[in-house]
Nanobody
């Protein structure tokens, strides 16, 4: 099993910055993909940013040039640096990881518990 613990959410004024962290622990053999999703009240959960083990990144159009996803392999941690935040970025942000727990295991997806980001003056 893989456990994900997110941190870094909070209240920030428009134009401000936050950095979210997601630390993975447990029986991790490899992590093929790490991503951030977000869900605003009454809306579906949408992809914000994705980072594959190859280094390829994908961003939602609404966050391009403002958000940056990165990882620290030594800490099994993925980050989301969010700059120039807007009220429409307000949502619960979820970490998602696809990982193997052993050399012969399949690839499974795991979700974090979510962290609230509120952008408001």
């Amino acid at each position: 099993q893989v456990q994900l613990v997110e941190s870094g959410g909070g209240l920030v004024q428009p134009g401000g910055s936050l950095r979210l962290s997601c630390a993975a622990s447990g029986s991790i053999f490899s992590m093929n993909l790490m991503a951030w999703y977000r869900q605003a009240p009454g809306k579906q959960r949408d992809l914000v940013a994705r980072l594959r083990s190859t280094g390829i990144t994908t961003y939602a159009d609404s966050v391009k040039d403002r958000f940056t996803i990165s990882r620290d392999n030594t800490k099994n941690t993925v980050y989301l640096q969010m700059n120039s935040l807007k009220p429409e970025d307000t949502a619960v942000y979820y970490c998602y990881v696809e990982a193997r727990t052993g050399v012969r295991s399949g690839i499974y997806g795991y979700w974090g518990q979510g962290t609230q980001v509120t952008v408001s003056s």
